[in-house]
């Protein structure tokens, strides 16, 4: 029988752990670098989705327009979670370091050609 099995049975990585490395090497790099990068704006369809957790839990994180100003006004910068290689992302306003309160996911941000190429290709992988 020659049939192929995914990589995961072979002793090699899956798709979706390869993936996560990918992910979590490049957050690594973004967030060490401390690098603050302009605000590409929320997916409408995102802030919509975000918009309405706000409603229906009020002061559980910082409303969303309230991000979104402070995103416009600080620029963002790229946040590892406290288990990094889970390959938890976040995306904060440059001046904050509250990931509980004030974060959003890159697959949250728009993305364009002229972006920063690293961002960009964090925001694709997270929406993969």
Do not use: C, W
């Not at 072979?10 to 690098?35: C, D, N, Y």
């Not at 975000?50 to 309230?66: N, Q, V």
Request: no cysteine.
């Amino acid at each position: 029988m020659s049939e192929n099995f995914p990589n995961e049975f072979e002793g090699g990585a899956s798709e979706q752990e390869q993936k996560t490395r990918e992910v979590v090497a490049l957050a690594k790099e973004l967030s060490e670098s401390r690098e603050v990068f302009p605000f590409p704006e929320i997916e409408s369809g995102a802030y919509s989705k975000l918009k309405a957790t706000d409603e229906e839990y009020p002061g559980y994180t910082t409303p969303i327009d309230e991000l979104v100003v402070r995103f416009a006004q600080e620029g963002i910068k790229v946040v590892l979670g406290s288990h990094p290689d889970s390959g938890n992302v976040f995306i904060l306003p440059a001046g904050s370091d509250d990931i509980e309160r004030d974060s959003v996911f890159p697959r949250h941000l728009q993305f364009s050609d002229d972006m920063d190429p690293r961002l960009k290709k964090l925001i694709l992988l997270n929406k993969s």
